[in-house]
């Protein structure tokens, strides 16, 4: 009989447990592309942004991974702010990270669309539009508000995280020889899948070193 009344005991302790750690915690997501902070080598004129999924991963203390994403599909401007709702799984999370997908629907006339001034350091400028096509993964790791990897999500209290990419800055890790070589005149820069590739290749490749999560 004691047995039997230990394994009930047990059973209620574990599902409760199960029970805990099933519960959402509510997250509130800002995200934004940063095209005004200003280097005095590129200025960005206009930009947008087709905003297709965003997702997360995590390792959890004593549960299960997680793996979720939401559709948002939604084009922003640049320095707009969008406020993502999202129910993540409640845990300590010793390891959690995004991932944004850019993608332009049957609507939308580029994934990505940047009009702005480069800055020679001669003196002299020329215009640039950069038009992506393609669809663009931002990866990023995210952090918690004293910097650690370590988030502690609980399903009595809401969370708020900011999601920026900093688009200038990610304009500014271009070498200047790049810029120099894509000058053919006084015109514009046309930084496409056909024209300037160089250019082209690096934002792809570069563009996850500068987006940040963290929560606040």
């Known amino acids: ?28 997501f800002n995200l934004s592309f940063d095209t005004e902070t200003s280097s005095g080598v590129n200025e960005i004129n206009s930009s947008t942004f087709y905003v297709s999924t965003l997702s997360f991963e995590g390792v959890r203390e004593e549960a299960g991974n997680i793996d979720i994403s939401k559709s948002i599909d939604k084009q922003m401007n640049g320095n707009a702010v969008e406020l993502i709702e999202f ?64 988030i502690l999500l609980s399903k009595k209290v809401d969370r708020t995280a900011n999601i920026e990419l900093d688009v200038t800055a990610l304009l500014d890790g271009i070498p200047e020889s790049s810029w120099i070589d894509a000058v053919t005149g006084p015109g514009t820069i046309v930084i496409d899948s056909d024209s300037n590739q160089s250019l082209y290749l690096y934002v792809l490749m570069n563009i996850s070193n500068y987006v940040d999560v963290r929560f606040l």
């Open 87 to 150: 129910d993540i799984p409640q845990g300590t999370y010793t390891d959690l990270n995004t991932e944004v997908v850019l993608s332009r629907n049957s609507g939308a006339a580029h994934t990505a669309r940047i009009n702005g001034k480069h800055s020679f350091s001669g003196g002299s400028f020329n215009n640039f539009i950069i038009e992506i096509d393609s669809d663009i993964l931002l990866l990023a790791d995210i952090f918690d508000a004293d910097g650690t990897s370590t």
């Open 1 to 28: 009989m004691k047995v039997f009344y230990l394994a009930i005991v047990l059973s209620v302790l574990l599902t409760g447990c199960s029970r805990k750690w099933k519960q959402p915690t509510h997250c509130n």
